[in-house]
């Protein structure tokens, strides 16, 4: 059984740091696309990062230079480290799973098939 689950947010400054973890469990995590994804209050969800099985990434415009997207495989984990946080940054961010793709990853949150319970980050100005 597929499970993920993230850990992490909080409430920081603008400017500040945060580091996102995304446990999976039941399947092997580097060998398929896995993504972060947010959701502010109104607005559709939207991907912030994905990293492939050749741990190839890929990024939203608004978060370049700023977010890492990272996994560790021995512990099963997916990682975003988001730096210089703004306020826009904030909402519910989602780790997820498409267990369909393995390179190339998608950007659509309809391609991720399996999804985290989410975690809140709140950026105040």
């Known amino acids: 059984q597929v499970q993920l689950g993230e850990s992490g947010g909080g409430s920081v400054q603008a400017g500040g740091s945060l580091r996102l973890s995304c446990a999976a469990s039941?399947?092997?995590?580097?060998?398929?696309?896995m993504g972060w994804f947010r959701q502010a209050p109104g607005k559709e969800r939207e991907g912030v990062a994905a990293?492939?099985?050749?741990?190839?990434?890929s990024y939203a415009d608004s978060v370049k230079g700023r977010f890492t997207i990272s996994k560790d495989n021995a512990k099963n984990t997916l990682y975003l480290q988001m730096n210089s946080l703004k306020p826009e940054d904030s909402g519910a961010y989602y780790c997820?799973?498409?267990?369909?793709?393995?390179?190339?990853?998608?950007?659509?949150?309809?391609?991720?098939?399996?999804w985290g319970q989410g975690t809140q980050v709140t950026v105040s100005s």
């Open positions: 039941g399947y092997t995590a580097s060998d398929y696309c």
């Open positions: 997820a799973a498409d267990l369909e793709a393995t390179m190339f990853c998608s950007s659509a949150p309809q391609d991720f098939g399996y």
């Open positions: 990293i492939d099985s050749a741990d190839m990434t």
